[in-house]
C-alpha cells in the first residue's frame, strides 16, 4: 500500500492555521480525489495526503503526460509541441539577460526529455540536465540526442558550480522542499540566479476553473504556489525574489486542459476565451499570471 504525506504544518511557513480549499480529481492516471489545503498565513496550497516519494513513480506513467513522454498525441498535446520553440528562445533569452552573459554553466533539474537542455547546448551553454523518470532520460537520449543523468545526483553536485539553474513547472513537484531549496542555494555561483516556473492558483483561469483547474494536477503537484507563498519561501531559505516573469502561453494549454476536465471533451472556444481573459487580466500585473517565472538572486 502507498504511503502518504499528512500534512500538520505548512510546507512553507510552519503555520497550523489552514483550512480546505477545494477537492480537486486526478485526471491523468488514478481517477483519485485529494483535498487541497490552505494557509491563512504564507498561503500556499498544498495537497494532503498525497503519495510519499517512494510511492509516486505509477502517478506519472501515462502517454498524456507530456513532460516525461514527448507525445504529440491529441489536439492539446500537439498544440504544446507547436509553440514549444518559441517558449524555448524566450526562456535562453530571459536567462541571458538576467545574467548579462550569453553563455554560461547550466543546471536544469527535472528536464524531461531534454528539450530545453539540447537547445541550451546548441547556443554555447554549458548544461548538466537531472531528471528522475528513466523513460524520459531514454526519449531525450534518443529523440533529443542528450545525455541526462537521475536525480540522485542532485545532492552530489559541487557547490558554487553553475551561473544559472532552471526548474520549469518542477519544484511544486518536490517532496523535501526546504532542503530542495537549500541544495539549489549552494550550487549556485555568487551571482548566480534561479528561475523557477510555477502555476500560479491566484490567476483568473484558476478561479475560473476551480477544482478543475489542470494545473492543480493532483497528486503529482505537491504545492500550489501563489507568488506571496514562493517569496515567503525564499526569503525562509535567505535567498531574494529580483523579478516575476509571465508565461503567456500556459492560460490557454491549461484552460484547454481544464474544460477537457470540466466538460469531458475540450471546449476550443471557451478554453481560448477564459485564457486570453486571464492574460489581459494579468497584463498589468504579472503576479496574476497562470504561471509566472520567478527569477532568484542567491542573496
Known amino acids: 500500500m502507498a504511503s502518504t504525506v499528512h500534512y500538520t504544518h505548512c510546507p512553507v ?21 485529494f483535498i487541497i489545503l490552505h494557509c491563512n498565513e504564507c498561503t500556499l496550497r498544498f495537497t494532503q495526503d498525497a503519495p510519499d516519494a517512494a510511492s509516486a513513480g505509477p502517478y506519472y506513467k501515462s502517454e498524456n503526460y507530456i513532460s516525461h513522454t514527448n507525445t504529440s498525441k491529441g489536439l492539446i498535446n500537439r498544440l504544446y509541441q507547436s509553440v514549444r520553440k518559441r517558449t524555448l528562445k524566450h526562456k535562453r533569452k530571459l536567462i541571458a539577460r538576467a545574467l548579462g552573459i550569453q553563455k554560461g554553466s547550466l543546471l536544469d533539474v527535472g528536464s524531461g526529455t531534454g528539450a530545453f537542455v539540447q537547445h541550451m547546448q546548441q547556443h554555447g551553454w554549458q548544461v548538466n540536465g537531472l531528471e528522475p523518470d528513466a523513460d524520459a532520460r531514454q526519449v531525450a537520449k534518443t529523440v533529443n540526442k542528450v ?5 540522485s545526483r542532485f545532492y552530489e553536485l559541487a557547490p558554487h558550480e553553475f551561473d544559472a539553474i532552471s526548474l520549469w513547472h518542477v519544484l511544486e513537484h518536490v517532496h523535501d522542499l526546504h532542503p530542495y531549496v537549500q541544495q539549489l542555494k549552494n550550487l549556485l555561483k555568487m551571482n548566480g540566479r534561479l528561475f523557477i516556473a510555477v502555476p500560479n492558483y491566484t490567476s483568473k483561469d484558476a478561479a475560473v476553473y476551480q477544482e478543475n483547474w489542470a494545473a492543480y494536477d493532483v497528486p503529482r503537484h505537491l504545492y500550489h504556489f501563489s507568488p506571496r507563498s514562493m517569496q515567503v519561501l525564499m526569503e525562509k531559505n535567505g535567498l531574494k525574489l ?4 509571465p508565461m503567456w502561453y500556459d492560460s490557454f ?4 486542459l481544464s474544460s477537457k476536465y470540466k466538460n469531458g471533451k475540450a471546449n476550443l472556444l471557451g478554453a481560448f476565451t477564459n485564457g486570453l481573459r486571464s492574460n489581459i487580466n494579468a497584463w498589468g500585473d504579472v503576479k496574476k499570471c497562470s504561471s509566472v517565472i520567478y527569477v532568484i538572486d542567491k542573496g
Open 13 to 33: 511557513c510552519g503555520s497550523a492555521a489552514f483550512q480546505k480549499a477545494l477537492t480537486a480529481k486526478d485526471h491523468t492516471v488514478s481517477g483519485e480525489t
Open 147 to 151: 545525455e541526462l543523468e537521475d536525480i
Open 242 to 245: 529580483l523579478e516575476y516573469k
Open 253 to 256: 494549454y491549461i484552460s484547454l
